[in-house]
């Protein structure tokens, strides 16, 4: 069987591909299997993400099922599955925060518009040219600011006023109402962690979230814990899609939106294309970078006018696809409709998860979005070093954008500088 080298540079969904080259009966049971296994994943992840982005709940089961149906359906991935991602969690909270949900949800548009013109005029290239060290740097960043932002909820913290967005003062406003921290609250926020990583080591295909999920929600009601709940703060999760209905484009909330827009729309192409890449290597095959940004593109419009957030390829929910043994698309279409599914059913048991315990399954996330070992080993060499700690204190200290600007001017200036004066051995 091809690799998919030679149509790499298509305009046409690999739904189609996969539907020419015929699709079985056993090819269907098998990718059903495989949409089901993700959909339990990414039920919990989807809320918590959204949880964590300042918005209600509903907004992150939205975009997994809109944006993840239409990223599959569409997309120049076999087994790519597209939904809110954790690297989104500071950008879209931040939005959130300063131009309210109508706001957020115009910058979703406008980030789809733009990732669809982005692989329409064939950029998908240009972007996986982004250097490992900027990559690495960000989402290592991404992942110590997300630790952050959930440490009042996972200690049940009660802050005077509101939370700040930035780092340090964050830290500081934390710090401060330390004497507030409760108890049980804690207790199971970081019991959830630990479920969740003692099962991923001994149990891997179990789904780890879930189950710690349900067993904290049981223990917080039965016990009268009193940590404070989805529905005590959000109110009940629907069941089912709202009408849709597109945001109000105003000319001066969209003028307000566009530099988040952007940053939406560089962080979505950049970490779709990496979760493809990645997808890659498991099933050695080749993805279409421009039309999987055409998706990408689409999702994200069709999320906005659904009420969803931001959507992106995920690398973990992808792996979790193509370990599970899709075969196809259709995986990545089905998870979809059993998250729907489940939002129809289960809607009422969700306000039962307590917040904290959210918290814990984000704290997972940060884990292991933080690739450790691989940066430290960056800063073995000075210029890989410079670069990383650039886009690491860029992103940090002020925001993804001018960490990524930072680390790729600085990469630029090395190689340039490398090749007028090469070094000994060069």
């Avoid at 223990?219 to 069941?239: D, H, K, Q, Y």
């Avoid at 990408?296 to 419009?301: F, P």
């Avoid at 990469?411 to 060069?426: C, I, K, M, S, T």
Wanted: hydrophobic residues 55%; positive net charge.
């Amino acid at each position: 069987m091809p690799d998919g080298t030679a149509t790499a540079h298509l305009y046409r969904p690999k739904l189609l591909t996969t539907l020419a080259e015929g699709y079985s009966l056993a090819a269907l049971r098998q990718d059903a299997v495989s949409g089901l296994t993700v959909a339990v994943v990414a039920l919990p992840l989807s809320m918590a993400i959204a949880v964590a982005s300042g918005v209600s709940p509903e907004r992150g089961l939205y975009a997994a099922i809109v944006g993840g149906l239409l990223v599959s359906a569409l997309g120049g991935s076999r087994v790519q599955v597209g939904g809110p991602a954790g690297a989104f969690i500071v950008l879209v909270a931040a939005a959130a925060a300063k131009f309210g949900l109508e706001g957020l949800l115009t910058a979703v548009l406008l980030s789809g518009a733009m990732l669809l013109l982005l692989g329409l005029f064939r950029l998908g290239s240009l972007v996986r040219h982004i250097p490992h060290a900027v990559t690495v740097g960000f989402t290592c960043a991404i992942a110590v600011t997300i630790l952050a932002s959930q440490l009042k909820d996972l200690g049940g913290l009660k802050l005077h006023g509101a939370e700040p967005g930035a780092l340090i003062p964050k830290v500081v406003a934390l710090a401060g109402a330390i004497g507030t921290l409760n108890p049980a609250a804690a207790a199971l926020g970081i019991a959830v962690a630990a479920v969740i990583l003692i099962l991923r080591r001994l149990r891997p295909t179990w789904p780890g979230m879930l189950i710690a999920l349900v067993a904290a929600s049981t223990a917080n009601a039965a016990l009268g814990l009193g940590v404070e709940t989805i529905s005590s703060r959000f109110g009940a999760i629907p069941r089912g899609l709202p009408f849709p209905a597109l945001p109000h484009l105003d000319g001066a909330l969209v003028l307000q939106v566009l530099p988040t827009a952007l940053a939406f729309t560089l962080l979505g192409a950049v970490e779709s294309l990496l979760s493809a890449k990645v997808a890659d290597g498991m099933i050695g095959r080749r993805h279409r970078s421009n039309m999987e940004l055409v998706a990408q593109g689409i999702a994200n419009m069709a999320s906005a006018v659904f009420g969803g957030i931001s959507v992106t390829g995920t690398i973990a929910r992808t792996a979790a696809n193509v370990r599970a043994g899709a075969t196809s698309p259709v995986s990545g279409m089905l998870h979809s409709v059993f998250l729907l599914l489940f939002m129809v059913i289960a809607a009422p048991l969700a306000g039962f998860v307590p917040l904290a315990a959210l918290a814990g399954v984000l704290v997972v996330v940060a884990w292991s979005m933080a690739e450790r070992a691989e940066f430290v080993r960056l800063l073995r060499d000075w210029r890989t070093g410079a670069v990383l700690l650039a886009t690491f204190a860029g992103t940090l200290v002020r925001d993804l954008t001018t960490g990524i600007i930072a680390g790729c001017l600085l990469a630029a200036v090395f190689a340039l500088l490398r090749r007028a004066v090469p070094e000994e051995g060069d």
